[in-house]
C-alpha cells in the first residue's frame, strides 16, 4: 500500500514540489514564479496538501506533474489559487460595459457553480456561455485565461467543448 507525500504550492497556484516530505531540500519559502508565499497544509484545516503518491518498488518515470488540487481534501474548502481564480473572475465580470447589471450579476453567481461538479453546473454553464455571448472577444478572452484551470471537467466540456 503506498502513501501520499506533501505538495507545496504557492498561494497562486504554481506547484514548488509533489515531495515535500521525503524531498524536503526541493522546497521554497517563496514561489520562484511569482514570489509568492508557499504552503504545504491546508489554511482552512490545517491538513497536509496531497502531493506526489508513492508506492514501495514502484517508480514512474516521464509522468506529466498534475495541476495543484483545487479543493482539500480533508475539509472540502477551496485552496487559496482556486478563491482567487473565481474572485478575479468576478472582479473581471464587473467590467463587462456591455452587460447589464443584473447580467454581471448573474454571471458572478454562475461562476460559484462552475467550478464544483455539481447538479447546477450544466445550468450554471449554458447561462454563463449566453452571458458571455454578448462580451467582446477580448473580454471572451480574458475571462477564458482566468477561468480554464479550476473549472470542473464537465463546466469546461460544456462551456469550450473537449
Known amino acids: 500500500m503506498g502513501y501520499y507525500d506533501v505538495a507545496q504550492i504557492c498561494l497562486n497556484g504554481h506547484t514548488i514540489t509533489r515531495s515535500a516530505r521525503s524531498s524536503p531540500d526541493f522546497t521554497k519559502k517563496f514561489c520562484p514564479k511569482c514570489g509568492e508565499e508557499t504552503i504545504t497544509t491546508c489554511p482552512r484545516c490545517n491538513q497536509p496538501i496531497q502531493g506526489e503518491y508513492h508506492v514501495e518498488g514502484v517508480v514512474a518515470i516521464g509522468c506529466k506533474d498534475p495541476p495543484p488540487p483545487k479543493f482539500c481534501h480533508n475539509c472540502g474548502g477551496p485552496y487559496p489559487w482556486t478563491e482567487q481564480k473565481i474572485q478575479s473572475a ?6 463587462f460595459d456591455d452587460l447589464t447589471s443584473s447580467e454581471r450579476e448573474k454571471l458572478k453567481q454562475s461562476l460559484d457553480d462552475l467550478y464544483r461538479d455539481t447538479p447546477q453546473t ?5 447561462r454563463f ?14 475571462m477564458k485565461e482566468i477561468i480554464i484551470g479550476v473549472l470542473s471537467e464537465a463546466a469546461r466540456k460544456c462551456i469550450f467543448g473537449s
Open 129 to 142: 456561455k449566453k452571458i458571455m455571448a454578448k462580451v467582446g472577444k477580448e473580454s471572451y478572452a480574458a
Open 122 to 126: 450544466e445550468v450554471a454553464a449554458v
Open 90 to 95: 468576478k472582479a473581471l465580470a464587473d467590467e
